[in-house]
Nanobody, 115 residues
């Protein structure tokens, strides 16, 4: 079955960096668009970034543009989110998913940004 397993979260100081990873399984990964979302306490889940399957075109939320980079390794069925210049507002649980399977979410990985 389709499954996403996120990892790489943790505690980082403002201005720091983290790299999140997502292992996908159960479908033909290389042809599907993959996305990252996040949900902060008391807020709605929001879109962060997306990358298409074959040609790797990317798109970002305005709030992370220029600071976050989404990438993928189709040989490993992995998608990544490099997060630089982190701000306290970036603190959230981060999830990966594919629009091709909108009902499937992973358990998420927690990012905390604090001095």
């Amino acid at each position: 079955q389709v499954q996403f397993v996120e990892s790489g979260g943790g505690l980082v100081q403002p201005g720091g960096s983290l790299r999140l990873s997502c292992a996908a399984s159960g479908f033909s990964f290389s042809v599907y668009t993959m996305s990252w979302y996040r949900q902060a306490p008391g807020k709605e889940r929001e879109f962060v970034a997306t990358i298409t399957g074959i040609d790797g075109r990317t798109n970002y939320a305005d709030s992370v543009k220029g600071r976050f980079t989404i990438s993928r390794d189709n040989a490993k069925n992995m998608v990544y989110l490099q997060m630089d210049s982190l701000k306290p507002d970036d603190a959230a649980v981060y999830y990966c998913r594919s629009p091709g399977f909108p009902e499937v979410w992973g358990q998420g990985t927690l990012v905390t940004v604090s001095p």
